[in-house]
């Protein structure tokens, strides 16, 4: 239902802003900040059944190398899954990240120096345009150098700068190419972080931000910001039992201390 609501207003939204264009930062502020009340109302009324809560707007800085593997696609829009508990099989993925295209185009073109043409990404682009598709928002293969321009831009800014959060960014007043069209600090957060799922097993999973992490893994950056999508329920199972010792004993299990999803536990609870 939300998704239909959120749809129709952004429906509404283009045609005001195409003949109202002034209107557009009020529409935009007015979405955001519709988006994170529904997203803290949604997890605070499931947080009453848990004994770990989640905080479904917590950042983890996490190694890119723990995110080996990405996880089964769940076709909801980010909101709808941000700090949302899911049971299945979706955890269970046979796909590494460095075999995608994407991160294998990114290191011939930034480490080979290969040209972006002659990377497989670039003709998988091109090859859904020639089919009518409008892939990475291109419609053409001059959109497609415009938005591989974009990309160097990015990972020369990553390289001098280091990975920042999308709020230090705008903070900073950096120019983040990849973001441009982002104009609240929560749309960043919620559309341009890199975001991960979490197993059963406690693994990190990609799931949305291949660009950022394809790049920070090529310059071996050592600790990434990361949101969290999807947990899934047997791992907040472990999470609740995590919680219920601290509850008994007041302290936490040394095993917690090495998770960023577990080691956050005692902070949630001390809010």
Same mark, same amino acid.
């Given at each position: 239902?939300?998704?239909?609501?959120?749809?129709?207003?952004?429906?509404?939204?283009?045609?005001?802003?195409?003949?109202?264009?002034?209107?557009?930062?009020?529409?935009?502020?007015?979405?955001?900040?519709?988006?994170?009340?529904?997203?803290?109302?949604?997890?605070?009324?499931?947080?009453?059944?848990?004994?770990?809560?989640?905080?479904?707007?917590?950042?983890? !800085?996490? *190694?890119? /190398?723990?995110?080996?593997? &990405? #996880?089964?696609? $769940?076709?909801?829009?980010?909101?709808?899954?941000?700090?949302?508990?899911?049971?299945?099989?979706?955890?269970?993925?046979?796909?590494?990240?460095?075999?995608?295209?994407?991160?294998?185009?990114?290191?011939?073109?930034?480490?080979?120096?290969?040209? !972006?043409? *002659?990377? /497989?990404?670039?003709?998988? &682009? #091109?090859?859904? $345009?020639?089919?009518?598709?409008?892939?990475?928002?291109?419609?053409?293969?001059?959109?497609?150098?415009?938005?591989?321009?974009?990309?160097?831009?990015?990972?020369?800014?990553?390289?001098?700068?280091?990975?920042?959060?999308?709020?230090?960014?705008?903070?900073?007043?950096?120019?983040?190419?990849?973001?441009?069209?982002?104009?609240?600090?929560?749309?960043?957060?919620?559309?341009?972080?890199?975001?991960?799922?979490?197993?059963?097993?406690?693994?990190?999973?990609?799931?949305?931000?291949?660009?950022?992490?394809?790049?920070?893994?090529?310059?071996?950056?050592?600790?990434?910001?990361?949101?969290?999508?999807?947990?899934?329920?047997?791992?907040?199972?472990?999470?609740?039992?995590?919680?219920?010792?601290?509850?008994?004993?007041?302290?936490?299990?040394?095993?917690?201390?090495?998770?960023?999803?577990?080691?956050?536990?005692?902070?949630?609870?001390?809010?």
């Amino acid at each position: 239902m939300l998704k239909l609501l959120d749809s129709q207003a952004r429906a509404i939204g283009r045609r005001t802003i195409s003949t109202f264009p002034i209107v557009e930062s009020l529409f935009r502020n007015v979405r955001s900040e519709y988006l994170r009340t529904h997203i803290h109302l949604r997890t605070a009324s499931r947080n009453c059944f848990r004994a770990a809560p989640i905080d479904p707007f917590a950042i983890y !800085w996490v *190694d890119p /190398e723990e995110i080996n593997y &990405v #996880a089964t696609a $769940i076709e909801w829009p980010r909101y709808e899954r941000l700090g949302v508990v899911l049971d299945g099989d979706w955890d269970e993925p046979d796909i590494k990240f460095t075999e995608t295209d994407i991160y294998q185009s990114f290191k011939r073109h930034f480490q080979d120096g290969v040209p !972006w043409e *002659d990377t /497989e990404f670039f003709d998988r &682009v #091109a090859s859904s $345009i020639a089919r009518g598709k409008t892939p990475w928002g291109c419609d053409s293969q001059s959109a497609i150098h415009d938005r591989c321009e974009q990309l160097d831009a990015l990972y020369a800014n990553i390289e001098a700068h280091g990975f920042k959060t999308q709020a230090q960014l705008m903070a900073d007043e950096s120019v983040d190419t990849a973001a441009t069209n982002r104009t609240t600090e929560f749309e960043r957060f919620l559309y341009d972080e890199i975001a991960i799922d979490i197993g059963r097993d406690g693994s990190l999973l990609f799931s949305d931000g291949r660009n950022r992490l394809a790049i920070a893994k090529i310059l071996d950056v050592d600790e990434i910001p990361v949101v969290v999508l999807l947990r899934h329920e047997g791992w907040q199972s472990f999470r609740d039992q995590i919680a219920v010792h601290i509850h008994m004993h007041g302290s936490m299990p040394s095993i917690a201390n090495s998770h960023p999803d577990l080691a956050s536990i005692h902070d949630e609870l001390s809010d």
